[in-house]
């Protein structure tokens, strides 16, 4: 079994898709182990983010991930973090395949409604971020 980590982004959260997502993860057999509502600061979005802070978007970005409610959790499956991106579908909806979530739901490549790992050590770092071993269950 794998693990990784995983946002429904503000955009999603605030448009009432976070319901909906949270069928598709569990109808796909994930086992959600972590997950929490949280509002983070502009701070915690560049610390989360902090590899694209060189990257010409990473103030819209973190604005962006800033400006409202999110739910971040832990996904357990197996090949989680590949089974999870495809789930997802690629990072600009208008690329993104029918199905996926990011072409249901996103709008934009900033503002497109999911986040998650893109390899192994991406999510060891981003679980830890967020949740502390005794929250994973
Ligand atoms: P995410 O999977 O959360 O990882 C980094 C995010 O940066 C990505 O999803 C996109 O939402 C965002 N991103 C990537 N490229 C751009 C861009 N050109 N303009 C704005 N945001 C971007």
Redesign the pocket.
Known sequence: MERTFA?I?PDAFAAGHAGKILERIYAEGFKVVGLKKLFLSKAEAEGF?YV?KD???FG??TDFMSSGPCIVMVLEAENAIKKWRDLMGA?NPAEAAEGTLRREFGT?????A???SDAPETAAFEISYFFSGMELL
């Open positions: 946002i982004k983010y694209h990257r010409p978007f819209e970005l990072t934009s490549i900033g503002e497109n999911t986040h998650g």
